[in-house]
């Protein structure tokens, strides 16, 4: 019946159309599918290990920070951690493989489980990148921020060549020995007042946030 209505072009145009309309809805299930995929992976690796050193320490604790800058570029932190001594500017990377760089290379290796080699951005530029521009944002020293790449165990990052007080990348079934190494430091301590209301402000700047309220007042 189907070849009475519709010649044998039209049919095989119909097809394709066909295929084509189930291959893109497949490949934007999947893209979806990732992206939640890596959203779980990043609430069960990283968010549990943070919190616990925050709440292990006392320490104040935001997630999940875009904060905007005077050139309207967006800076995206996943935690900040107000220490006693330091602001720690957190982010979580997923890699998977091994990871090998030094803090002069603009690009970094990561060989994966099948020896397959893909470049990837050197996460302690980003870090330094990220902290000069978060510095000229608040009006704070540089050397108030400690940049952290959180990596988790699936990541082998035995052979980096880091030599950095500032900026680190760590596995992270090392990130609380870290924070107690810096906090550690024969510096004197962040002024609590002063401290809590920079927290605030970060809190104040935090686009997330502003965005949440918003979407609080219209329901």
Same mark, same amino acid.
């Given at each position: 019946?189907?070849?009475?209505?519709?010649?044998?072009?039209? #049919? *095989? +145009?119909?097809?394709?159309?066909?295929?084509? &309309? @189930?291959?893109?809805?497949?490949?934007?299930?999947?893209?979806?599918? %990732?992206?939640?995929?890596?959203?779980?992976?990043?609430?069960?690796?990283?968010?549990?290990?943070?919190?616990?050193?925050?709440?292990?320490?006392?320490?104040?604790?935001?997630?999940?920070?875009?904060?905007?800058?005077?050139?309207?570029?967006?800076?995206?932190?996943?935690?900040?951690?107000?220490?006693?001594?330091?602001? #720690? *500017? +957190?982010?979580?990377?997923?890699?998977?493989? &091994? @990871?090998?760089?030094?803090?002069?290379?603009?690009?970094?290796?990561? %060989?994966?489980?099948?020896?397959?080699?893909?470049?990837?951005?050197?996460?302690?530029?980003?870090?330094?990148?990220?902290?000069?521009?978060?510095?000229?944002?608040?009006?704070?020293?540089?050397?108030?921020?400690?940049?952290?790449?959180?990596?988790?165990?699936?990541?082998?990052?035995?052979?980096?060549?880091?030599?950095?007080?500032?900026?680190?990348?760590?596995?992270?079934?090392?990130?609380?020995?870290?924070?107690?190494?810096?906090?550690?430091?024969?510096?004197?301590?962040?002024?609590?007042?002063?401290?809590?209301?920079?927290?605030?402000?970060?809190?104040?700047?935090?686009?997330?946030?502003?965005?949440?309220?918003?979407?609080?007042?219209?329901?």
């Amino acid at each position: 019946m189907l070849f009475a209505v519709f010649g044998v072009k039209e #049919y *095989v +145009i119909l097809a394709l159309a066909v295929v084509l &309309v @189930l291959f893109a809805l497949v490949n934007i299930f999947l893209f979806f599918r %990732k992206k939640i995929l890596q959203r779980f992976a990043l609430l069960r690796y990283f968010y549990p290990v943070v919190r616990k050193t925050a709440v292990y320490y006392d320490y104040y604790l935001i997630n999940k920070l875009e904060i905007q800058l005077v050139s309207n570029e967006s800076l995206f932190i996943d935690h900040m951690l107000f220490g006693n001594k330091y602001i #720690y *500017v +957190i982010n979580d990377y997923l890699f998977k493989g &091994v @990871l090998t760089g030094n803090a002069q290379d603009s690009k970094w290796i990561l %060989k994966d489980k099948k020896g397959q080699e893909i470049m990837v951005d050197s996460p302690l530029l980003k870090n330094k990148k990220l902290v000069e521009k978060l510095s000229l944002r608040t009006s704070l020293d540089h050397a108030t921020f400690i940049a952290i790449t959180l990596v988790s165990k699936d990541t082998k990052i035995t052979d980096l060549e880091v030599n950095d007080s500032s900026n680190f990348v760590i596995d992270t079934r090392d990130f609380m020995k870290l924070i107690l190494k810096i906090e550690s430091r024969d510096i004197a301590p962040l002024n609590p007042e002063d401290l809590l209301k920079r927290v605030h402000e970060f809190d104040e700047l935090n686009l997330r946030k502003k965005r949440g309220r918003k979407r609080s007042k219209n329901r």
